[in-house]
């Protein structure tokens, strides 16, 4: 996704001469409440600094929940306009990016709701991406290669509600706790969500070398490519 900031004077308008990508950028903001109660005030740089931080996080959250590029671009770029707009009415809110996440997830159904949409739920969720650099040998790299084309095969084969929350722990790095409030689950329903996405994914994936430990995943997953290696 293309990152374009929001021109501020005038909402319509994209790329203008105050975006990120003409001009050095600094986030200085030490804590969400700070960057968050400078936003609220209508600092411009907090605003841009929300935008910079999280648009590549909720446009990833919205491929896949919807897999439809057109219909989550244009509804992220509404979405912001939507917070600038109600920035004075919002309570103060720390840590911002499971708020936003929430109020996105809440935006986009109420927008495909609106435009009866034919959203596909259903289409793989991308896991692993494909420019990380590691020092795999070319027999390493073609294995992990299989394993993540199988991982990927596997992902649309889980319910809408396991591929979500796969998502969020390990594309996102939400804590389970703020996956809870996402998902409106408490945290015991989080975590058997998350054991029978994790058993259901062992099954469709082909070769799978187990490497100990039936809850290893609780306390030894923290990203996607931790995911992958999973199944290494």
Request: charged letters at 30%; proline letters at 2%; aromatic letters at 14%.
């Amino acid at each position: 996704m293309t990152k374009k900031f929001l021109h501020l004077n005038n909402p319509d308008s994209e790329g203008s001469k105050n975006s990120p990508s003409d001009r050095q950028y600094t986030d200085k903001y030490n804590s969400d409440k700070e960057l968050w109660l400078a936003f609220q005030a209508g600092d411009e740089q907090a605003y841009e600094t929300l935008y910079i931080r999280y648009v590549e996080l909720l446009f990833e959250y919205g491929i896949c929940q919807y897999h439809n590029k057109s219909f989550v671009e244009d509804a992220l770029h509404n979405f912001y306009l939507e917070l600038w707009k109600a920035k004075e009415r919002l309570s103060v809110v720390s840590p911002i990016y499971p708020y936003l996440i929430k109020s996105f997830k809440r935006y986009l159904f109420a927008r495909a709701k609106k435009q009866r949409r034919n959203i596909n739920l259903s289409d793989t969720m991308v896991v692993t991406g494909k420019d990380h650099e590691t020092d795999d040998t070319q027999e390493e790299a073609e294995f992990r290669n299989e394993k993540e084309l199988a991982v990927q095969k596997a992902l649309p084969k889980l319910s809408e509600k396991q591929q979500e929350i796969i998502h969020l722990k390990y594309y996102s790095g939400l804590s389970y706790n703020e996956i809870g409030e996402i998902m409106g689950m408490n945290i015991k329903s989080v975590y058997n969500l998350m054991f029978q996405a994790i058993n259901q994914l062992r099954k469709h994936v082909d070769d799978l070398i187990l490497i100990g430990g039936t809850l290893l995943w609780l306390t030894y997953f923290l990203s996607k490519d931790r995911l992958l290696e999973f199944f290494m």
